[in-house]
């Protein structure tokens, strides 16, 4: 039997993952032997793939489709001696395993999955709503669950199981997995029972079902299960009835599907008339965080109370399957981005037009018809230039509205520099230039800075000089243009406290991009370029803006004209500081955790990308250079960086993935400490494992 400890760091099973088997073995209606034979073989499969649970359609020992022969006794004693089979090879699996057989009970027959795990009978679920319209007649063979006296049945030897409609069975050594089953028909009930069973704990629901198949059934049965998976936070998993059933009056695709609240994770391959498993590694620790965030959920529970208090709860321990197990599910390494090509531009067009009608609103509700920009030719500021066009267009009115201003200093490069010219007036908005070098110089020489007195001295004073007489100039502009200063940092940026506090980037009187990452601020700078939103001559230059290196050009550069400063070697790189941001800000994952869905995501270059992205524009990190970059994410994020968030400029909120704004959605205290989430980063690995 394999050990209790914790399972290692490169083991899915250390991380709240569950990795669950959907089974379809070839049947033969009313040969037991054979259909047991047939269980236990992808049981077995199931075991070997280190899923720590299996589930079987609906009467799979004795075969759905035995119409009349369920009220014969060889087959009911055949069925009740297999489960003796079953109980004792499933002491050598390190297996939940549910299988579906007709059982006598109280002098009826029911509809029952029978739960095995390490040589026990943990508990049998009985169907309650039969079918009995159109081509079923499950009522002339079977009663449902609510006509059962007992709650209890021996089985396979063992006495006192419990039996019912209404037993979860809860794993005590590990958070976040409570199992229930429904049958088939349950599902297809108005109030499924599995939507008491979630409100009373339940996170991971099996339905063995036979469910035949007729034209558009099975676009049916996604509906059924995504919803439900969703409406409850949970796992869904379902498994037809497949190859064997008979063919007297119906037809079986065998049809296997695994959801997680909403998601599809895996389906089989319909009308196969081989065996199958589908296997998929169902994220316990999102369920539990979606649950607790959901007011809605917690309030459903409360209002059915009584309901979910007839629940009971089997309990038992898992033993962890040991070793590296690597999840076989796929990490989107850009989260706030899909990779679906036509998915990714439907949710740019969303994205962009949240932020357009974001600041047409802003410039309605205030009366003030222009706004005013600072252009710098990097990413985030042409990206709120060309948002602030659109909503003049929207409007309207002339894009001479957006005044527009380049404002070199000391670190400004000559291609950012012309990027911004070219860009105003591809764009045909009011371009101006205000150089604030003598600013700058007159400040430093009113506080005594040492470049001042002609020393190369570029501290953090030095630069926030000239963050601050940007933003200083703006504001005056804005006074003397009747206009409202449109702000330009982005998500990753307030995540990682990278903007200058107060007058500075930190501030303006609206900021289209806050809720916007810096991964996704490229790929919509992409997206406008390839839809021509634009001229032609728009689109050329937003793509070199994209293509031109990050940083904030604070500092006087080489002779080669590349920029000293960049940003991704101070704070990381934005792939993966905004890979960290989206599940620790809107899952609340543990470090451990986000490192080792990191590494998984990015430890090859070959895997895990977009299929637009050629290989030798993708990136691969090792654990210990992951392990470094979060670490500077968690101190900035939780110690250093919150107190900018808190008096954060209005910002529409963009995406799913959340918003930093105290008002949109995290709140947060301006001086806590990092501490808890520094002591779980000690915990990883600081080197892959060879």
């Not at 990206?383 to 670190?411: E, Q």
Request: aromatic share 10%; net charge positive.
């Amino acid at each position: 039997m394999a050990a209790r400890k914790a399972p290692p760091f490169d083991n899915l099973y250390s991380h709240g993952f569950l990795r669950a088997a959907v089974c379809i073995p070839e049947v033969r209606v009313a040969d037991v032997a054979f259909n047991t034979q047939k269980t236990l073989e992808l049981a077995k499969m199931a075991a070997r793939k280190k899923a720590m649970l299996a589930i079987f359609p609906e009467l799979g020992i004795s075969a759905y489709s035995n119409e009349d022969l369920f009220h014969q006794d060889a087959l009911l004693s055949g069925v009740e001696e297999a489960l003796v089979t079953i109980k004792k090879a499933s002491e050598k699996f390190n297996l939940i395993l549910a299988v579906g057989a007709p059982l006598r009970l109280d002098g009826r027959l029911f509809n029952c999955a029978v739960v095995f795990h390490r040589g026990t009978i943990l508990g049998v679920a009985v169907k309650s709503y039969l079918p009995n319209y159109r081509e079923y007649y499950e009522g002339r063979q079977f009663s449902p669950a609510a006509e059962a006296i007992s709650t209890t049945i021996d089985l396979a030897g063992q006495k006192g199981i419990p039996c019912g409609a209404n037993l979860i069975f809860k794993a005590r050594n590990c958070r976040g997995f409570s199992l229930f089953f429904e049958i088939c028909e349950d599902l297809w009930a108005p109030v499924p029972p599995s939507s008491y069973a979630a409100l009373a704990g339940a996170t991971v629901i099996g339905n063995l079902s036979a469910s035949n198949v007729t034209i558009g059934k099975s676009d049916y049965r996604h509906q059924l299960a995504s919803n439900q998976s969703a409406r409850l936070v949970s796992a869904y998993l379902y498994a037809a009835a497949g190859f064997g059933e008979s063919t007297t009056d119906m037809a079986w695709d065998g049809h296997a599907m695994i959801y997680e609240n909403g998601n599809l994770l895996s389906q089989s391959e319909r009308f196969s008339t081989s065996a199958q498993m589908i296997c998929a590694d169902i994220d316990l620790d999102r369920l539990a965080q979606d649950r607790m965030r959901l007011t809605t959920f917690g309030k459903n529970a409360a209002d059915h109370k009584d309901r979910i208090a007839l629940f009971r709860r089997i309990e038992f321990d898992v033993d962890w399957p040991a070793g590296t197990i690597l999840p076989e599910r796929e990490f989107a390494r850009f989260p706030y981005i899909p990779a679906d090509p036509a998915l990714r531009d439907s949710r740019c067009f969303e994205a962009y037009n949240i932020q357009v009608q974001g600041l047409a609103k802003r410039l309605k509700a205030s009366g003030i018809p222009n706004v005013v920009i600072g252009v710098s030719g990097g990413l985030d500021s042409t990206h709120a230039l060309i948002v602030a066009a659109r909503t003049m267009d929207l409007l309207g009115l002339p894009r001479s509205n957006v005044k527009a201003y380049t404002m070199p200093a000391f670190g400004t490069t000559d291609k950012t520099y012309q990027n911004a010219l070219q860009l105003m007036k591809a764009l045909g908005v009011e371009a101006g230039e205000v150089d604030i070098k003598p600013a700058c110089l007159q400040m430093l020489k009113d506080i005594d800075h040492p470049f001042a007195r002609g020393k190369k001295v570029y501290d953090i004073a030095f630069e926030n000089v000239q963050a601050g007489q940007r933003s200083a100039h703006l504001f005056r502009l804005a006074n003397m243009k009747n206009a409202l200063v449109v702000g330009t940092g982005d998500l990753s940026e307030l995540a990682l406290g990278w903007c200058t506090y107060g007058i500075g980037d930190h501030m303006s009187h609206y900021n289209v991009n806050a809720s916007v990452p810096k991964t996704l601020i490229q790929y919509l700078i992409r997206w406008v370029a390839q839809t021509h939103e634009f001229s032609g001559a728009v689109s050329d230059l937003l793509l070199a803006v994209v293509d031109t290196e990050i940083s904030p050009e604070l500092i006087p550069g080489k002779s080669d004209g590349q920029p000293p400063q960049k940003t991704e070697a101070s704070i990381g790189p934005y792939e993966l500081q905004d890979f960290n941001n989206f599940y620790i800000t809107r899952f609340g994952y543990l470090p451990s955790k986000v490192a080792f869905m990191a590494w998984c995501a990015w430890k090859d270059k070959t895997k895990g990308a977009w299929p637009d992205v050629p290989p030798e524009k993708r990136n691969a990190y090792s654990l210990k250079e992951i392990r470094k970059w979060l670490h500077v994410y968690l101190y900035r994020f939780f110690k250093t960086s919150q107190y900018k968030r808190s008096c954060v400029p209005n910002s529409p909120k963009v995406g799913s993935g959340g918003s930093l704004s105290p008002r949109g959605d995290w709140r947060a205290p301006s001086d806590s400490e990092a501490a808890v989430w520094l002591a779980d980063w000690k915990t990883i690995p600081d080197k892959d494992k060879t």
